[in-house]
């Protein structure tokens, strides 16, 4: 199949297919997590089927036209990278919604929780094969909406509905960020497709060079790290465990917070290189490892214990691709991708293990788990090849990546010299202690010591085939991966690399390969990991009390403050700024608008006394004099209906006056339309009785027309000074309409050119304000039936 | 155009509709509106009238030269024209017309929803009396 179609097929499929889902659910019933499985398999093997056409660091592009003027496409890249990440959504996607079909209840509102999941997953099947920065922006943020809404699944439970504001706020708002940081980078290389940059060598050395690099690179960065919990921005992740757990399997170790890391590979070749690279992304990575690999020491909750850590290892991809600065870049790129696929399958299985336990043992509780090992055989030894392999313990996937990741940590440090020679490969180990510590606590604390005497149900069991089978599978990924690296690392790692590098790559990733200095780095976090374990109970204690002692040192202090004090604030405000009688906004209005005018019209108004001209016509005269006596004629007469009828007459002297100052289009729209609003003022008014007659004390009086002359005093000079030209007359926009009227738009009169023509849409909006205000007349006085 | 008497006219006119839009009687805010719009229109077409320009319509098919250079190009993403130099040409400013024909055409739109707005509200409350209607409220 052309691939084209193949990639369209593989991200719309699932929208449409999404959209039958409850119809479907009223056949099938509950068997409705199998349909989803379905698309997923179809998915998937849309997306192996483009395998051998990157295999070889080969790419494939492909466009349809879609907002041509704004040189946005529906625009599709296929090479190494996006392939990586089409198997894994779709790969482990179909794995969660087959051990979905044990794990949901069949009470639970079934079709939209797959609903949402399909959505998710074409979304992200999207993202990564979009072409053009637009693109991936509006796939992103459905990626965000989407996970709000699984976030979300169970709405009365107040923490899912708290976790999935909070992550929607951090990782749709980090989103409007990178799309700012796309705006920069199209302003600097004036295109929105990112191939045409990652394959012209001279753009990029511009972009390189250009005074917003910079903003560039920290606004697309902030996007990345929003989505992937890296930085401060971590805090979403811990709160979005409120999800079911395949969800928090699938979006919240799997896919969706590798969309950052996606990111971060896809725009590599742009912005590496660089200084600034290295420090932003390296080092948020390390301080991001090596805080959130510490902060899962006192998480009880085994799911929260799992998102630090996934924070944690996001944070050795991240460092990784930050590295290439410095060193061969070949080898960090490497590095990162392995690790990225091995930490798909190991935290995907270890979720999966999670969910298992929590839908057994009907807790997640580390301090209320214990000793399954006797009644879970075989989840025990999943989530023991889970755990190893992310603690780094040959010969698992996780031992391979890891050791990438010190050698090229060792590379660095020569790389920057004395003394970072010594302190990037300590850091790195450092990481790799506190992974390693947590590795073995999670699986020391549900399987391992002793049963707990209470709170556990009395008959714990493995559970169902549609629950073990797909973990099971992930744990063979695992060791297969570890044990012939090959597999994985040449058709999948070895073309992304390539399409991240721009050039072909090739690795030799060995089990044994001699005794480096990875290895004794490896062979020191062990030991110093079993060290730090044996301290974990009081680690775990000294931060509570810490957090306990000062609360506020924390980025969710500042995101709870910042969150409910807007509410307050907010509420403050518009309570102060809507108090309710209109006439304290007018007054508002009118007293901002003098000041605002009369501030600058006051240093330009010397001189002007000698320019006022007083050369009328008689004529002209006359129809100012009758204007001002319909004016007042209107204001004074105590009946409405001779008022209403003095301002008609004011209304056709202003169309009278619109033939003086060259306007016939106006005199000919204002004779139309005061005819008819003095009809409906008429027809209104009869059926008013006049009941009510305002006071007007001496002081109010006073007041207002003060007031009044103000404003006509402001007026006044404003209009002295405009028509005068003391004001210096700024380009006129016009020159272009009335140059063009008869080349572009083939019409002589140029007032009706452009509003048929040049504003078309400003008359498109008029045309509708207009029916809404008929349809806004109809309802109120068909309203009046209803009341009585 | 430097008509000052026009401009004294305008700013009357802003006046008048200033004092009736702050009366307690909702028919005269209303009425009070329509002065006002009808200022603001007349403000903004005499700006761009100048003495001794015509009527913006063109006689026949022609390029009314402006002498002004023009760059309206996406390929550059430049989406609104930049002007340099400003030749005078012989016509008063379209624009504002433009702008102001658009604000009369919805003036009457906002003029008849608020004038059966405030017979309706006379029809459900007896009273035209906006102070009284805040009291009705809350």
Not at chain 1, 175 to 197: C, E, H, K, N, Y
Not at chain 1, 570 to 589: E, I, W
Not at chain 1, 657 to 668: E, G, N, R, T, V
Not at chain 2, 32 to 48: E, M, Q
Request: with cysteine; proline share 5%; hydrophobic share 55%.
């Amino acid at each position: 199949m052309d691939p084209f179609i193949s990639v369209t097929l593989a991200v719309f499929l699932p929208f449409l297919l999404a959209l039958a889902v409850p119809a479907v659910e009223k056949l099938i019933k509950h068997r409705i997590g199998w349909f989803a499985s379905f698309i997923a398999l179809i998915s998937f093997l849309l997306v192996i089927s483009l395998v051998p056409l990157v295999i070889h660091g080969e790419h494939f592009q492909a466009s349809v036209e879609w907002i041509p003027s704004m040189g946005i496409e529906y625009s599709i890249y296929v090479d190494g990278l996006s392939i990586l990440f089409g198997i894994i959504i779709t790969g482990i996607g179909i794995i969660i919604m087959s051990y979905s079909n044990g794990y949901m209840g069949l009470k639970e509102d079934l079709p939209r929780y797959y609903q949402w999941l399909l959505l998710f997953m074409g979304s992200m099947l999207g993202m990564v094969f979009a072409a053009n920065t637009i693109m991936l922006f509006i796939f992103w943020e459905l990626t965000s909406i989407t996970s709000f809404m699984l976030i979300g699944y169970w709405r009365n439970k107040p923490e899912s509905v708290y976790g999935a504001t909070k992550s929607l706020l951090v990782t749709a708002a980090g989103g409007l960020f990178m799309l700012a940081g796309f705006i920069v980078l199209r302003s600097i290389t004036g295109t929105f497709d990112i191939p045409a940059i990652l394959q012209n060598e001279t753009l990029i050395q511009t972009v390189q060079g250009h005074k917003l690099f910079l903003a560039a690179l920290i606004l697309i960065f902030i996007g990345a790290a929003s989505k992937s919990a890296q930085g401060p921005f971590y805090i979403w992740l811990p709160n979005a465990m409120e999800a079911p757990t395949p969800v928090s399997a699938f979006l919240h170790s799997a896919t969706m917070v590798k969309a950052g890391i996606y990111l971060v590979a896809r725009v590599h070749p742009i912005f590496s290189g660089t200084e600034a690279w290295f420090i932003l992304v390296s080092g948020t990575g390390i301080i991001t490892m090596l805080v959130a690999g510490f902060l899962a020491f006192r998480q009880i909750d085994i799911k929260a214990l799992l998102a630090y850590s996934t924070i944690s290892q996001l944070a050795y991809i991240m460092t990784m691709y930050g590295y290439t600065t410095y060193q061969e870049p070949g080898i960090g790129v490497a590095a990162a991708t392995f690790h990225l696929l091995n930490h798909a399958t190991f935290k995907a299985c270890l979720f999966l293990v999670a969910g298992i336990v929590a839908h057994e043992a009907a807790t997640r509780d580390i301090t209320r788990l214990g000793g399954l090992r006797h009644e879970m055989p075989i989840t025990f030894i999943i989530a023991t090849i889970g755990a190893l392999s992310m603690a780094g313990v040959p010969p698992l996937n996780g031992f391979l990546s890891k050791e990438m990741f010190y050698e090229s940590s060792i590379e660095m440090g020569h790389a920057l010299g004395s003394p970072f020679t010594f302190i990037i490969p300590a850091l790195a180990v450092a990481g790799g202690v506190f992974t390693f510590a947590y590795s073995i606590k999670f699986i020391a604390a549900i399987f391992l010591g002793k049963r707990p005497e209470k709170g556990l149900p009395s008959h714990i069991h493995d559970p169902s085939f549609v629950m073990i089978i797909p973990a099971a599978f992930l744990a063979g990924l695992i060791i297969l991966f570890g044990l012939v690296p090959s597999i994985a690392v040449q058709n999948l790692v070895e073309p992304t690399a390539s399409s991240i590098m721009m050039e072909a790559q090739h690795l030799h990733v060995k089990l044994w390969h001699g005794l480096t200095g990875s290895l004794v780095m490896t062979l020191i976090t062990f030991l110093l990991g079993i060290a730090v374990y044996t301290r974990y109970d009081s680690i775990a204690e000294w931060q509570n009390s810490f957090n306990r002692k000062y609360p506020f040192i924390s980025i969710n202090y500042i995101y709870d403050g910042l969150v409910n004090n807007a509410k307050g604030t907010l509420k403050r405000f518009s309570s102060f700024m809507q108090p309710g009688p209109v006439k304290g906004y007018v007054l508002a209005l009118l007293v901002l608008m003098i000041i605002l005018f009369a501030i600058p019209f006051l240093k330009l108004s010397t001189g002007f006394i000698q320019t006022l001209n007083f050369n009328v016509e008689p004529y002209e005269f006359l129809v100012f004099f009758f204007m001002i006596v319909a004016a007042v004629g209107a204001a004074v007469l105590p009946k409405y209906l001779p008022a209403v009828i003095s301002l008609s007459a004011l209304g056709y002297l202003v169309s009278l006056l619109f033939i003086y100052l060259s306007a016939p289009d106006l005199a000919l729209t204002q004779v139309l339309v005061e005819t008819l609003s003095t009809i409906i003022f008429l027809l209104a008014i009869v059926k008013i009785p006049q009941t009510f007659k305002e006071h007007i004390t001496p002081s109010l009086f006073t007041r207002d027309a003060l007031i009044a002359v103000s404003v006509a005093s402001v007026v006044f000079i404003l209009l002295v000074n405009a028509t005068q030209g003391i004001i210096p007359p700024f380009e006129s926009l016009s020159y272009y309409f009335i140059e063009k009227a008869w080349p572009l738009a083939g019409g002589h009169n140029i007032v009706n050119v452009i509003i048929v023509d040049f504003r078309g849409y400003d008359t498109l909006g008029e045309i509708s304000v207009m029916c809404l205000a008929a349809l806004g007349v109809y309802n109120l006085i068909h309203s009046r039936g209803e009341s009585e | 155009m430097n008509n000052t008497v026009l401009s004294f006219t305008i700013a009357v006119l802003f006046g008048i509709g200033t004092f009736l839009i702050l009366r307690r009687d909702i028919v005269r805010v209303i009425i009070g509106l329509s002065v006002l719009s009808h200022a603001v229109n007349l403000l903004i077409v005499s700006v761009g009238v100048f003495s001794g320009k015509d009527v913006p319509i063109l006689t026949h098919d022609e390029v009314v030269p402006t002498n002004t250079i023009f760059s309206d190009s996406l390929q550059n993403s430049v989406l609104a024209p930049l002007l340099n130099g400003t030749e005078p040409t012989q016509f008063v400013d379209p624009l504002v017309q433009a702008l102001v024909l658009t604000a009369i055409v919805i003036s009457l739109a906002t003029t008849a929803v608020i004038i059966i707005l405030a017979y309706r509200i006379h029809e459900e409350y007896g009273t035209t009396d906006i102070q009284k209607l805040k009291r009705l409220w809350g």
